[in-house]
């Protein structure tokens, strides 16, 4: 699935590509450094599309969708483990043992929580928004991503209005970073 859709299909994109960078990692040789280079992509995508939903989705679903504050609550943990593994992840080499370990906890967890998503609130989402919604929120997820942090943040908010005026700033210095350290996040 492209992105450029409605919200649904951006994030849908989003996990596709997810899986596809979790395959890539699990195919090179255990020591080869391309691994820490996917890992850093992948790490950056999990980061914008985490940050782009705790932006824009999660403030909708709280207030359209029945029963949305216990959905995002449970995003919010969920994304709080994952962010948490990422750290992890950051501070291991490919010849660490743990690395794969990091990578394969990272993978279930984040399958896990994609699948949520897909089959709980995708179709509730769906049936309490109208589709021109749906496309707005596309756009703006779509945005988000393009100044969100490619790092994992440990002391941003993850809720409005204060993730709003904060999260751009902390991308900037992010993308500022990845540069000078030559760290690729983008494919």
Do not use: W, Y
């Amino acid at each position: 699935m492209e992105p450029g859709g409605d919200v649904i299909a951006e994030l849908a994109a989003d996990h596709r590509e997810l899986e596809a960078l979790f395959e890539q990692i699990e195919v090179q040789p255990v020591d080869d450094p391309q691994r820490r280079v996917l890992a850093d992509r992948l790490t950056a995508e999990l980061v914008r599309h985490t940050v782009a939903e705790e932006l824009h989705l999660h403030p909708v679903v709280r207030k359209h969708v029945p029963h949305g504050a216990a959905l995002v609550d449970k995003e919010l943990a969920d994304h709080a483990k994952v962010e948490q593994m990422l750290r992890d992840l950051e501070d291991r080499n490919v010849d660490d043992p743990q690395f794969n370990d990091v990578i394969a906890k990272l993978k279930f967890e984040v399958a896990s929580h994609m699948r949520e998503e897909e089959h709980e609130l995708f179709p509730k989402l769906t049936a309490a928004l109208p589709r021109e919604r749906l496309a707005e929120l596309g756009r703006l997820v779509r945005r988000a991503k393009e100044t969100a942090p490619t790092l994992p943040q440990l002391l941003l908010p993850n809720a409005p209005p204060a993730n709003k005026l904060l999260v751009p700033g902390a991308g900037l210095v992010d993308r500022v970073r990845d540069l000078l350290n030559n760290r690729t996040t983008t494919g």
